[in-house]
């Protein structure tokens, strides 16, 4: 029998992103490249193992082959341990039936016996679709000393987009007193950033009444959350204040890319202190040659970079030929750029061959509804000589 762990991490990774179109098309978001030679999911893992918490279940449903196969035994972010580890969750299925998570709470309620293996006395609940850095030993230390049953990350945001988030009111002492899922006119700023902490002899109970009740939605946000505060459990906020960002649309996606390139954004991949791990294929280092230029850009192992390329993040293996142009856009691993095409505030996927003469995206950026016109180019897709792609286009096989 495994022996018992303070504290055991549950990521959620089966969100299927439906906003993020083609991208997401094959692959959960999670596992959608990121920042030249990470996926979005690397964060999450890293910060985990950062932060001294050595088992984690990583919780899977849609398209999970390739996140299954790219976390394997966890060995990249040192979860590979004979005591612990981070071990794949897909849904639960019994003799007579299986049956998919019905919601995040229900996702935690199919592995009850995978918790009770370690005995922890507390659980950590997480999304893996986010770009953050965070030290969880901290937050689980606040929320030992004040004896709480839950603690939820907030940080603050701008009054107009509370909308979007779990809302909450909470005391001086940072006790929660109101908390509301995306309500139409919020009281408060401090948002939930998806990540809870709570004491597991309490969860479980609070999981098998959810279940019981035929009515609930089986969500943290919808059910478990507002049912414990009703109950007067002691639930606490824990204020966040770095770099954050749910990168669950085009738009935030490319914003996030591009946060990489401005030191001033807090997004910073160089801190020995704080890797984000990830799992790469041997590459060789990146050529840059004779006719080559690279402003502001960041350029992975295993690339052939002929072209011009200006505030960009340029992934592993990707090939810019002579005469190409790059502007302010991420062009994700193994794609081609051919001669004489302009690529211009865009995302190109995994893959894609993009021939020559082409025009993608266009020279200003601009919104439509608070998101930046991001022209998309699918994994895989052949964008055939000569196309024109218009800002806020999506093309995929």
Same mark, same amino acid.
């Given at each position: 029998?495994? &022996?018992?762990?303070?504290?055991?991490?549950?990521?959620l990774?089966?969100?299927q992103?439906?906003?993020?179109?083609?991208?997401?098309k094959?692959?959960a978001?999670?596992?959608v490249?990121?920042? &030249?030679?990470?996926?979005i999911? *690397? !964060?999450?893992l890293s910060?985990?193992?950062?932060?001294?918490?050595? %088992?984690?279940?990583?919780?899977?449903?849609?398209?999970? !082959?390739e996140?299954?196969?790219?976390?394997?035994? /966890?060995q990249?972010?040192?979860?590979?341990?004979?005591?612990g580890?981070?071990?794949?969750l897909?849904?639960?299925q019994?003799a007579?039936? &299986?049956?998919?998570?019905?919601?995040?709470a229900?996702?935690?309620f199919?592995?009850i016996?995978?918790?009770d293996?370690y005995?922890?006395?507390?659980?950590l609940i997480?999304s893996?679709d986010?770009?953050?850095?965070? @030290?969880? #030993?901290?937050?689980?230390?606040?929320?030992?000393?004040k004896?709480?049953?839950?603690t939820?990350?907030v940080?603050?945001v701008?009054?107009?987009? $509370? #909308?979007?988030?779990g809302?909450?009111? $909470? *005391?001086?002492?940072?006790?929660?007193?109101?908390? =509301?899922?995306?309500?139409?006119?919020?009281?408060?700023?401090?948002?939930?950033?998806g990540?809870?902490?709570? %004491?597991?002899?309490?969860?479980? =109970?609070?999981?098998?009444k959810d279940?019981?009740?035929?009515?609930?939605s089986?969500?943290?946000?919808?059910?478990?959350?507002?049912n414990?505060?009703k109950?007067?459990?002691?639930?606490?906020?824990?204020? !966040?204040?770095?770099?954050?960002k749910d990168? /669950?649309?085009? #738009?935030?996606?490319?914003?996030?890319?591009m946060?990489?390139?401005?030191?001033?954004s /807090?997004?910073n991949?160089?801190?020995r202190?704080?890797?984000?791990y $990830?799992?790469?294929?041997a590459?060789?280092?990146h050529?840059?040659?004779? *006719? #080559?230029h690279l402003?502001?850009?960041?350029?992975?192992?295993?690339? =052939?970079?002929?072209?011009?390329?200006?505030?960009s993040?340029?992934?592993?293996g990707?090939?810019?030929?002579?005469? $190409?142009?790059?502007?302010?856009?991420?062009?994700?691993?193994?794609?081609?750029?051919?001669? /004489?095409?302009?690529?211009?505030?865009a995302?190109?996927?995994?893959g894609?061959?993009?021939?020559?003469?082409?025009?993608?995206? =266009?020279?200003?950026?601009?919104?439509?509804?608070?998101e930046?016109?991001?022209?998309?180019?699918?994994?895989?897709t052949?964008?055939?000589k000569?196309?024109?792609?218009?800002?806020?286009?999506m093309v995929? @096989?």
């Amino acid at each position: 029998m495994p &022996g018992n762990k303070q504290c055991v991490a549950m990521l959620l990774a089966g969100g299927q992103g439906t906003r993020l179109g083609v991208l997401t098309k094959e692959v959960a978001k999670p596992a959608v490249p990121f920042g &030249g030679k990470y996926r979005i999911i *690397d !964060f999450t893992l890293s910060n985990t193992i950062n932060s001294d918490i050595d %088992t984690i279940g990583v919780l899977t449903q849609y398209q999970p !082959f390739e996140l299954n196969q790219y976390i394997g035994n /966890g060995q990249p972010w040192d979860f590979d341990r004979l005591e612990g580890g981070a071990f794949v969750l897909p849904p639960y299925q019994t003799a007579k039936s &299986g049956e998919w998570y019905k919601g995040t709470a229900n996702a935690i309620f199919q592995n009850i016996n995978f918790l009770d293996r370690y005995s922890p006395q507390y659980v950590l609940i997480l999304s893996g679709d986010h770009i953050y850095k965070m @030290n969880y #030993s901290k937050m689980l230390k606040e929320h030992i000393s004040k004896g709480a049953d839950c603690t939820i990350a907030v940080l603050n945001v701008p009054l107009e987009e $509370a #909308s979007r988030f779990g809302i909450m009111s $909470a *005391d001086k002492d940072g006790r929660i007193k109101e908390f =509301e899922e995306k309500p139409k006119k919020p009281k408060s700023n401090k948002a939930s950033m998806g990540i809870y902490i709570f %004491t597991w002899a309490k969860l479980k =109970e609070y999981l098998i009444k959810d279940e019981e009740d035929k009515t609930s939605s089986n969500d943290f946000g919808k059910n478990i959350i507002p049912n414990m505060l009703k109950d007067g459990q002691k639930m606490y906020t824990y204020d !966040f204040s770095g770099y954050w960002k749910d990168v /669950g649309t085009i #738009s935030s996606l490319w914003e996030a890319n591009m946060d990489l390139l401005k030191p001033e954004s /807090g997004l910073n991949l160089y801190d020995r202190s704080w890797i984000i791990y $990830a799992r790469n294929a041997a590459e060789p280092p990146h050529y840059a040659g004779p *006719d #080559s230029h690279l402003f502001n850009s960041v350029v992975s192992e295993g690339g =052939e970079i002929n072209g011009e390329i200006y505030n960009s993040v340029i992934s592993t293996g990707v090939i810019v030929e002579k005469g $190409a142009k790059i502007y302010d856009s991420v062009i994700m691993p193994n794609s081609i750029i051919r001669a /004489g095409t302009e690529v211009r505030h865009a995302i190109v996927g995994w893959g894609a061959e993009i021939m020559e003469n082409c025009k993608i995206g =266009e020279n200003q950026l601009c919104a439509t509804a608070g998101e930046w016109k991001i022209a998309v180019i699918g994994p895989r897709t052949q964008v055939l000589k000569g196309t024109i792609v218009a800002a806020g286009e999506m093309v995929g @096989n």
